[in-house]
């Protein structure tokens, strides 16, 4: 059975910096492209970043250009979002996805919550 476990999450002041890790268990094949979504209140749940198996190709939704960066350590089994010069307006639960073709895992989510 998968299971990924975010972690990391937590109160920062704007322009503050947090790591998010998502770590997966049970996950027997490595090509799965791991990607962080996010939701906040009232929202729809939107991509932040994905990175695909292998050649580790990235791409990042507009608002985290620049900010934002997703690696992962296959060794390890876990994926990472460092999040630099956070806003507001990234207060968010953030939740880490495994896919692969029709296949999807989902974590259970990790509160960012940017604020003075």
């Known amino acids: 059975q998968v299971h990924l476990v975010e972690s990391g999450g937590g109160l920062v002041q704007p322009g503050g910096s947090l790591r998010l890790s998502c770590a997966a268990s049970g996950l027997t094949d490595s090509r799965f492209a791991m990607s962080w979504y996010r939701q906040a209140p009232g929202t729809e749940r939107e991509l932040v970043a994905i990175i695909t198996h292998t050649i580790g190709m990235t791409d990042y939704a507009d608002s985290v250009k620049g900010r934002f960066t997703i690696t992962r350590d296959d060794a390890k089994n876990t994926a990472y979002l460092q999040m630099n010069s956070l806003k507001p307006e990234d207060t968010a639960i953030y939740y880490c996805?495994?896919?692969?073709?029709?296949?999807?895992?989902w974590g259970q989510g990790t509160q960012v919550t940017v604020s003075s």
């Open positions: 996805r495994a896919s692969r073709f029709n296949t999807e895992y």
